[in-house]
């Protein structure tokens, strides 16, 4: 005959088991950008981000609730900085340089991270039990399926595949109406003291071309310095500039209207010389797309 004891302890026994399944079954498991298997037991309530366009990423699936520390870079959407400036999100260092104390300190259950930050911060955040999400994103697709991933590993699956359909949606839109104009020859002025430009294997090149441009540095890797003289030889028919913050912003934009070199270019004669916000370009998150779009208006304003 079974005792009543015996029937509590099996009461009990089943009902751990079933409570340890039932977390088992909220666990989420996802590959990041640098091929790592990371695991959480349920969606986070204590994310940290160490990149401005994670940050982006984040808010734009809407976790700015979720979110607790961010760079001294991050600075969109607004309330980003509005509540930075509160102190209700706590400033955890540079974008290179995060510092460790800080993260620790605010318990994340989540970190987001780039591959920027290489295996040491990884690493220690590891020791510490701290599940760290490596983003890595080179080009239009990978920015895609990175919001989509981000959004598995948050619990924001759903929002996340209804923002990269209308990202998606909005690039073909562009790649639509610039696909049987002709290919503009066009310069972005990444920097002018010395002048810098973007070649491929940046966001800046492959967003010309679905805009509807040739990058006239596409042959050159990465970022890199170039001279007026050679600029002139290639001979743009639009020249973008890029704009940031602060004290210099709008030096790059000056350069490209009043460099003599550039004097004979049919960007300067024809008057096709822009200016470009560069979180827009360079930012591997939702706001890309803005970007594109107003590449494409500035290369084929007649298609918009």
Same mark, same amino acid.
């Given at each position: ?77 607004? =309330? *980003?900085? %509005?509540?930075?400036? &509160?102190?209700?999100?706590?400033? #955890?260092?540079?974008? @290179?340089?995060? /510092? ?72 073909? =839109? *562009?790649? %639509?109406?610039?696909? &049987?104009?002709?290919?503009?020859? #066009?310069?972005?002025? @990444?920097?002018? /003291? ?72 049919? =960007? ?37």
């Amino acid at each position: 005959m079974i005792s009543k004891s015996m029937i509590s302890a099996l009461v009990t026994m089943l009902v751990l088991i079933s409570a340890a399944c039932a977390q088992e079954n909220n666990t989420i498991t996802i590959i990041d950008d640098l091929g790592r298997q990371v695991s959480i037991s349920s969606a986070p309530e204590r994310i940290v981000s160490l990149s401005p366009s994670n940050t982006e990423i984040l808010f734009a699936l809407g976790l700015g609730d979720k979110v607790v520390g961010v760079t001294k870079y991050c600075n969109y959407p607004s =309330a *980003v900085q %509005d509540l930075k400036d &509160s102190g209700k999100l706590v400033v #955890v260092g540079g974008y @290179v340089d995060p /510092d460790f104390e800080k993260i620790l300190s605010l318990r994340p259950d989540l970190v987001v991270a780039s591959q920027i930050h290489g295996s040491g911060v990884v690493t220690l955040l590891d020791q510490q039990n701290i599940p760290v999400f490596v983003v890595d994103s080179n080009n239009l697709s990978d920015i895609v399926r990175s919001i989509e991933k981000v959004g598995k590993i948050t619990g924001k699956a759903k929002e996340a595949s209804a923002l990269t359909s209308q990202m998606q949606s909005r690039i073909k =839109a *562009v790649s %639509d109406k610039v696909s &049987s104009l002709p290919k503009l020859r #066009v310069l972005y002025v @990444v920097w002018h /003291d010395p002048v810098q430009t973007a070649g491929s294997g940046t966001f800046e090149d492959e967003i010309i071309q679905t805009a509807g441009g040739e990058n006239i540095f596409h042959d050159l890797s990465g970022y890199a310095q170039v001279d007026p003289e050679a600029i002139a030889v290639r001979n743009p028919e639009v020249i973008i500039a890029c704009t940031g913050m602060g004290e210099g912003a709008n030096k790059p934009l000056q350069w490209a209207e009043t460099e003599r070199g550039l004097n004979l270019t049919d =960007a300067r004669k024809g008057g096709r010389i822009y200016q470009a916000q560069g979180d827009l370009i360079t930012r591997a998150g939702p706001r890309i797309v803005d970007g594109l779009e107003m590449f494409a208006k500035f290369i084929h304003p007649e298609a918009f």
